[in-house]
């Protein structure tokens, strides 16, 4: 089963609009919980986040973790059709010492109409 | 600064065969990671070497295999290729050990025929 789940699987909104984008997880010994924004090729680094409640913010996207009920939230308010992408949710796990894996959602496609 | 580079940026091999791929991290990262992209199973981590040490690894089996030399570049194996491994190969790069703050390099695309 998936342990990264992340919802909607797409999304359709127009500029302006504010979007929050979804990842809940289970994993046995959490480390980190990170976000990567893919546009064509390569992913690139958006958040992470390791404490539950505090909010990671940056320009007009912001994301917090709820360690209790084990999920995430990314949102991006006043979207602009650049914010068009493939947005992955990806779970560190830690399985002692310095060895971990991680572990990547399926993503959300988030399209942004003029 | 240079970004990551992955070489080649495309390849095509027969099933059976084996590959190696290589990453050059950004100057002054140590950490390397790479990743396989598949339309099917998405984004899934293979390992991560810094200064020359596998750091974690991911749930692929034995016929991959990577290392890494004491410059930071990486290479990557996948003998007895199968028709599965076709997929887009990540590298990724970070100045410290750890999976986050990674920088991705564009990538090669594996084709198995």
């Known amino acids: 089963e998936d342990k990264v789940v992340q919802s909607p699987l797409s999304l359709v909104v127009h500029e302006g609009d504010t979007v929050t984008l979804n990842c809940s997880y289970e994993?046995?010994?959490?480390?980190?919980l990170l976000w990567y924004k893919q546009e064509k090729k390569a992913p690139t680094f958006l958040f992470m986040l390791?404490?539950?409640?505090i909010e990671k913010k940056s320009g007009r996207l912001s994301s917090i973790l709820d360690k209790k009920e084990l999920f995430s939230i990314l949102n991006i308010t006043a979207t602009q059709t650049g914010d068009s992408a493939i947005y992955l949710c990806?779970?560190?796990?830690?399985?002692?010492?310095?060895?971990?894996?991680?572990?990547f959602g399926k993503g959300t496609k988030l399209s942004v109409k003029p | 600064k240079a970004g990551v580079t992955q070489t080649p940026r495309y390849l095509i091999k027969t099933r059976g065969q084996q590959v190696t791929l290589s990453c050059s991290p950004i100057?002054?990262?140590?950490?390397v990671s790479w990743y396989q992209q598949t339309p099917g199973q998405g984004l899934q981590f293979l390992f991560e070497?810094?200064?020359?040490?596998?750091?974690n690894k991911g749930n692929f089996p034995g016929r991959f295999s990577g290392r890494q030399f004491s410059n930071s570049r990486s290479e990557m194996n996948v003998s007895t290729l199968e028709l599965g491994d076709s997929a887009l190969y990540l590298c990724?790069?970070?100045?410290?050990?750890?999976?986050?703050?990674?920088?991705f390099g564009p990538g090669t695309r594996l084709t198995v025929l």
């Open positions: 990724a790069s970070s100045p410290s050990a750890g999976l986050n703050t990674q920088y």
């Open positions: 994993v046995t010994n959490f480390r980190s």
């Open positions: 100057s002054g990262h140590r950490s």
């Open positions: 990806a779970v560190e796990e830690n399985y002692g010492g310095s060895q971990g894996n991680l572990i």
């Open positions: 070497y810094f200064s020359e040490t596998q750091r």
């Open positions: 390791t404490s539950s409640g």
